[in-house]
């Protein structure tokens, strides 16, 4: 998948997150969540991520070990313990979209490499235009969620006070 479709993916279910979540401080929990969403392609070279690590990404197979269960229990638990609970769920619900999506694809993911080979994958292609509808779908439910959440006629209101 496209690092925009993961970010947008990680942003949505970051926004329903919250909605369950409450967190004191929204913008720093969706900042974590995006930066999970995107870093598990911190193995693949040429990704946004990766290509700043490309170390990592010759030590580690692509959609290997960072794109197992293993790996999103592993992240989620050293974020617990580094920052507490509210933190590790942001973690866990960005890697956890990261992954949910990558596994859509025909390449899939591997839940539990290296310790087994067995794969869950789709048949939506990265950079198709499946992927791209995807994203605006995507796009759409952040859309309606924020505008909820705003409020519109509120701000219709306050705008109306200030004009008349
Ligand atoms: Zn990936």
Redesign the pocket.
């Known amino acids: 998948?496209m690092w925009k479709t993961h970010l947008n993916f990680g942003i949505l279910l970051g926004l329903i997150a919250i909605g369950f979540l409450h967190p004191a401080h929204p913008l720093k929990f969706m900042f974590i969540v995006v930066i999970a969403a995107l870093f598990?392609?911190i193995d693949y070279k040429n990704s946004k991520t990766g290509k700043n690590f490309k170390l990592l990404s010759i030590v580690f197979n692509h959609?290997g070990w960072f794109?197992s269960s293993f790996a999103l229990i592993l992240f989620s638990l050293l974020a617990y313990y580094l920052k507490g609970e509210v933190l590790a769920w942001a973690v866990f619900t960005g890697y956890l979209s990261?992954l949910v999506l990558?596994s859509l694809t025909p390449q899939g993911i591997m839940p539990l490499a290296p310790l087994h080979i067995w794969k869950i994958k789709g048949r939506l292609k990265t950079n198709s235009p499946a992927e791209f509808l995807l994203n605006i779908v995507i796009i759409l439910c952040i859309f309606i969620i924020v505008m909820k959440k705003i409020n519109i006629y509120n701000i219709f209101t306050a705008l109306k006070e200030v004009m008349l």
């Open positions: 998948m598990p392609d959609r794109h990261h990558d």
